[in-house]
Protein backbone atom coordinates (compact mmCIF):
# COMPACT_ATOMS: atom_id res chain seq x y z
CA UNK A 1 0.00 0.00 0.00
CA UNK A 2 1.23 3.52 -0.97
CA UNK A 3 2.78 5.41 2.00
CA UNK A 4 0.42 8.35 1.50
CA UNK A 5 -3.17 6.75 1.77
CA UNK A 6 -4.94 5.48 5.01
CA UNK A 7 -5.62 1.53 5.49
CA UNK A 8 -9.09 2.35 3.41
CA UNK A 9 -7.46 3.69 0.40
CA UNK A 10 -8.17 7.52 1.00
CA UNK A 11 -5.27 10.04 0.74
CA UNK A 12 -4.00 11.17 4.37
CA UNK A 13 -2.95 14.49 3.73
CA UNK A 14 -5.01 16.83 1.78
CA UNK A 15 -4.13 16.50 -2.19
CA UNK A 16 -2.65 20.39 -2.71
CA UNK A 17 -0.33 19.57 0.20
CA UNK A 18 2.33 16.88 -1.80
CA UNK A 19 2.15 18.85 -5.04
CA UNK A 20 3.28 21.94 -2.62
CA UNK A 21 5.87 20.01 -0.97
CA UNK A 22 7.79 18.07 -4.08
CA UNK A 23 7.28 21.29 -6.36
CA UNK A 24 8.62 23.74 -3.77
CA UNK A 25 5.15 25.87 -4.06
CA UNK A 26 4.36 26.54 -0.24
CA UNK A 27 3.97 30.41 0.11
CA UNK A 28 7.07 30.96 2.14
CA UNK A 29 6.59 34.55 1.39
CA UNK A 30 3.37 34.47 3.70
CA UNK A 31 5.72 32.51 6.73
CA UNK A 32 5.65 34.37 9.96
CA UNK A 33 9.70 34.34 10.90
CA UNK A 34 10.22 33.28 14.16
CA UNK A 35 13.67 32.41 16.12
CA UNK A 36 12.01 28.96 17.75
CA UNK A 37 12.67 29.14 21.50
CA UNK A 38 10.16 32.08 21.51
CA UNK A 39 8.30 29.82 19.21
CA UNK A 40 8.35 26.96 21.76
CA UNK A 41 7.45 29.65 24.68
CA UNK A 42 4.18 30.30 22.67
CA UNK A 43 3.00 26.96 21.15
CA UNK A 44 3.52 22.64 21.87
CA UNK A 45 3.70 19.96 19.29
CA UNK A 46 2.26 17.89 22.18
CA UNK A 47 0.51 14.57 20.38
CA UNK A 48 1.25 15.64 17.18
CA UNK A 49 2.12 13.37 14.02
CA UNK A 50 5.48 13.68 12.80
CA UNK A 51 5.47 13.27 8.92
CA UNK A 52 8.81 13.83 7.64
CA UNK A 53 11.33 16.01 6.23
CA UNK A 54 12.02 17.46 2.48
CA UNK A 55 15.18 19.44 1.20
CA UNK A 56 14.73 22.21 -0.10
CA UNK A 57 17.18 23.24 -2.97
CA UNK A 58 20.72 24.77 -1.13
CA UNK A 59 20.68 23.96 2.19
CA UNK A 60 17.02 24.05 3.86
CA UNK A 61 14.98 21.32 4.97
CA UNK A 62 11.42 21.52 5.73
CA UNK A 63 9.69 20.16 8.61
CA UNK A 64 6.03 18.40 8.00
CA UNK A 65 4.11 18.12 11.09
CA UNK A 66 0.15 17.29 11.72
CA UNK A 67 -0.45 19.39 14.39
CA UNK A 68 -2.27 18.58 17.64
CA UNK A 69 -4.16 21.71 17.57
CA UNK A 70 -6.71 20.93 20.48
CA UNK A 71 -3.41 22.07 22.80
CA UNK A 72 -3.05 25.35 21.46
CA UNK A 73 -6.50 26.39 22.50
CA UNK A 74 -7.55 23.96 25.08
CA UNK A 75 -6.60 26.30 28.36
CA UNK A 76 -8.76 29.08 26.72
CA UNK A 77 -11.60 26.30 26.39
CA UNK A 78 -12.00 24.85 29.88
CA UNK A 79 -11.41 29.19 31.48
CA UNK A 80 -14.46 29.68 28.16
CA UNK A 81 -12.28 32.36 26.83
CA UNK A 82 -12.49 32.56 23.04
CA UNK A 83 -10.08 30.60 20.79
CA UNK A 84 -6.60 31.76 20.58
CA UNK A 85 -6.63 30.94 17.34
CA UNK A 86 -9.52 29.89 14.61
CA UNK A 87 -8.11 27.13 12.61
CA UNK A 88 -11.36 26.60 10.39
CA UNK A 89 -13.97 28.72 9.45
CA UNK A 90 -17.71 27.61 10.17
CA UNK A 91 -18.17 26.61 6.29
CA UNK A 92 -14.68 25.02 6.21
CA UNK A 93 -15.49 22.87 9.52
CA UNK A 94 -18.76 21.75 7.99
CA UNK A 95 -17.23 21.00 4.65
CA UNK A 96 -14.57 18.85 6.72
CA UNK A 97 -14.70 15.70 4.88
CA UNK A 98 -12.16 16.45 3.10
CA UNK A 99 -8.42 14.58 4.11
CA UNK A 100 -5.46 16.52 6.16
CA UNK A 101 -4.82 18.41 9.26
CA UNK A 102 -3.74 21.56 10.69
CA UNK A 103 -0.39 21.06 8.66
CA UNK A 104 2.33 22.87 11.19
CA UNK A 105 5.22 23.75 8.82
CA UNK A 106 8.64 24.52 9.87
CA UNK A 107 11.62 25.49 6.84
CA UNK A 108 15.07 25.51 8.67
CA UNK A 109 17.74 27.92 6.82
CA UNK A 110 20.38 26.49 6.37
CA UNK A 111 20.49 23.97 7.52
CA UNK A 112 24.43 22.40 8.97
CA UNK A 113 23.22 18.93 10.23
CA UNK A 114 20.56 16.33 11.10
CA UNK A 115 20.68 13.82 13.37
CA UNK A 116 18.59 10.79 14.17
CA UNK A 117 18.34 8.66 17.17
CA UNK A 118 16.21 5.51 16.81
CA UNK A 119 14.72 4.27 14.28
CA UNK A 120 11.35 5.51 12.85
CA UNK A 121 10.37 1.96 11.64
CA UNK A 122 10.34 1.26 15.57
CA UNK A 123 7.18 3.06 16.08
CA UNK A 124 3.53 1.59 15.13
CA UNK A 125 1.50 3.25 12.72
CA UNK A 126 2.43 7.03 13.27
CA UNK A 127 5.23 8.69 15.17
CA UNK A 128 3.83 10.90 17.82
CA UNK A 129 6.26 13.81 19.35
CA UNK A 130 6.00 14.65 22.71
CA UNK A 131 8.42 17.12 22.84
CA UNK A 132 10.32 19.46 20.72
CA UNK A 133 12.60 22.27 22.52
CA UNK A 134 15.52 24.70 20.49
CA UNK A 135 17.98 25.79 22.07
CA UNK A 136 21.72 28.27 20.64
CA UNK A 137 24.41 26.18 20.85
CA UNK A 138 27.21 27.53 23.34
CA UNK A 139 29.95 26.63 20.78
CA UNK A 140 28.30 28.40 18.08
CA UNK A 141 26.57 31.13 18.42
CA UNK A 142 25.08 31.17 15.79
CA UNK A 143 24.24 27.90 15.18
CA UNK A 144 20.64 26.41 16.67
CA UNK A 145 19.73 23.27 17.55
CA UNK A 146 15.95 21.86 17.41
CA UNK A 147 15.07 18.93 19.05
CA UNK A 148 11.67 16.55 18.36
CA UNK A 149 11.23 13.75 20.71
CA UNK A 150 8.68 10.95 20.06
CA UNK A 151 6.48 9.27 22.06
CA UNK A 152 8.18 6.27 24.69
CA UNK A 153 11.82 8.61 23.42
CA UNK A 154 12.21 6.02 21.05
CA UNK A 155 12.53 8.16 18.20
CA UNK A 156 14.70 11.81 18.15
CA UNK A 157 15.25 14.18 15.86
CA UNK A 158 17.86 16.86 15.78
CA UNK A 159 18.52 19.38 13.48
CA UNK A 160 21.29 21.94 13.62
CA UNK A 161 20.71 25.23 12.02
CA UNK A 162 20.37 29.06 11.33
CA UNK A 163 18.22 31.52 12.78
CA UNK A 164 15.64 32.77 12.21
CA UNK A 165 12.86 29.86 10.39
CA UNK A 166 9.80 30.21 8.69
CA UNK A 167 6.86 28.81 10.21
CA UNK A 168 3.26 28.13 7.95
CA UNK A 169 0.53 27.23 9.86
CA UNK A 170 -2.32 25.89 7.15
CA UNK A 171 -5.47 24.26 7.28
CA UNK A 172 -6.83 21.07 5.39
CA UNK A 173 -8.32 23.32 2.50
CA UNK A 174 -4.69 25.49 1.98
CA UNK A 175 -5.51 28.81 3.75
CA UNK A 176 -2.91 29.89 6.14
CA UNK A 177 -3.55 30.84 9.67
CA UNK A 178 -1.63 33.45 11.10
CA UNK A 179 -0.79 32.38 15.11
CA UNK A 180 -0.30 35.30 17.14
CA UNK A 181 2.31 36.31 19.36
CA UNK A 182 5.27 35.06 17.49
Same mark, same amino acid.
Given at each position: ?12 ? #?????? #? ?118 ? #? ?9 ? #? ?31
Amino acid at each position: MADHLDPQGREIH #APWLRR #ALLEDLLPWDQAQVVDLPHFWREYTVHDSIWNGLWLVPGRDLVALISWDFGWVNNDRIRAGEPDRVAFMTDKELAARDSPGAIYLLMHFMPVFAVFQDGDVSDQHDQTYIVYASSHWDRG #APDVMETVFVS #AGDTYRLRIRHGSPSRVLCMNPFGRIIPLPDL
